[in-house]
Nanobody
């Protein structure tokens, strides 16, 4: 069993930055694919980024077009924590952000919420214009 807890959300102005954290407990994240999703009011949960790790520090990363070049996913193995660095934030980035872990990832399904076995409770990000 894996427990995921997000933190780092908040209110930021357009163009600002935030770093979200997803701390895992219960098991090491080393063999899991990690993803970030977001959900705005009245909308479905949407894919943001996912990383399939092939070693402790390397792997393949997949970004939604809307965040490519602005968001970066990373992992601190010692802390069993995954991060989402968000730069150049826009009002349309406003949402609740969730991290998720998948035990058996397939690249073709990384944007599919059904792929993920564990979810955090979410952290609110609000970008003011």
């Amino acid at each position: 069993q894996v427990q995921l807890v997000e933190s780092g959300g908040g209110l930021v102005q357009t163009g600002g930055s935030l770093r979200l954290s997803c701390a895992a407990s219960g098991r090491t994240l080393s063999s899991y694919a990690m993803g970030w999703f977001r959900q705005a009011p009245g909308k479905e949960r949407e894919f943001v980024v996912a990383k399939v790790f092939t070693s402790w520090s390397t792997g393949s990363t997949y970004y939604a077009d809307s965040v490519k070049g602005r968001f970066t996913i990373s992992r601190d193995n010692a802390k069993n924590t995954v991060y989402l660095q968000m730069n150049s934030l826009k009002p349309e980035d406003t949402a609740i952000y969730y991290c998720a872990a998948a035990r058996y990832p397939t690249v073709q399904r990384l944007a599919d919420t059904q792929l993920y076995d564990y979810w955090g409770q979410g952290t609110q990000v609000t970008v003011s214009s």
